[in-house]
């Protein structure tokens, strides 16, 4: 009987490891590489009004489909892309929007601009918290199913972070994992806020800021923002 518990013991070891093989190897196989993930932020705080959150969205949607951004997308070492979009405004509401979805053609691009000029606006209305939505983004790309060879958090708002935890300690534990955080700042309400959001809030290899004067701005920002995204490329 012993002799025959070992072999037990033995048989189940074996089918053990198998069975982490098979489930490394599957695992391995459900995260396909892709250039970068980004995580789009939407914010919809109190400061932004029903027009300016349609700005966002026409202006994400439009930068998505434009030349330079397609051809950032073609030009990158996988030629693909995976981008989820969230609404974001106080600890309490973080809504992914649009889930992963990979972009590595106009046609791609073009289904997601779709989508995200149709989804309405989700969150409840509320402060701003930017740690918030970076503790969000992290889990986001953790558990997503593709891995990035570069991982990017975009954070665009017209604010301050004035909810939730504090937003330092939030992107310590964003930039830990190995992520870039981008800003855009839209200056209608805060002219200092480049100064904040590099203080605070961006960081990570190659992270840079980019300035919209107002949302009617927010769209090319937004092109030329995501273009240097794709491509790696940092600019202060």
Not at 33 to 38: F, G, P, Q
Not at 54 to 73: E, H, M, R, T, Y
Not at 123 to 138: P, Q, Y
Not at 173 to 183: C, K, Y
């Amino acid at each position: 009987m012993a002799r025959l518990s070992i072999c037990q013991l033995a048989c189940f070891l074996a089918v053990a490891l198998t069975l982490v093989f098979l489930q490394s190897s599957v695992s391995g196989q459900s995260r396909p590489e892709v250039d970068v993930t980004l995580v789009l932020g939407i914010d919809c705080s109190y400061s932004v009004d029903a027009n300016e959150f349609l700005l966002q969205k026409a202006g994400i949607a439009n930068a998505i489909v434009s030349p330079d951004v397609l051809q950032a997308i073609a030009d990158g070492p996988i030629g693909r892309i995976a981008i989820t979009v969230v609404q974001w405004s106080s600890s309490e509401s973080q809504i992914t929007a649009i889930p992963w979805t990979i972009v590595a053609s106009r046609d791609d691009a073009t289904r997601l601009a779709q989508e995200i000029l149709a989804t309405p606006r989700q969150t409840a209305d509320g402060a701003t918290s930017i740690s918030a939505f970076l503790r969000h983004s992290v889990n986001l790309i953790a558990s997503g199913p593709y891995s990035g060879l570069r991982s990017v958090i975009d954070v665009a708002s017209d604010g301050t972070n004035n909810n939730g935890d504090r937003v330092d300690d939030a992107r310590a534990r964003a930039l830990a994992t190995g992520v870039t955080i981008n800003g855009l700042t839209i200056l209608h309400e805060v002219a200092w806020l480049k100064s904040y959001f590099r203080n605070h809030v961006t960081g990570g290899p190659g992270n840079f800021i980019i300035e919209a004067e107002s949302y009617n701005s927010f769209a090319e920002a937004m092109r030329r923002k995501l273009e240097r995204e794709i491509r790696g490329l940092g600019i202060s």
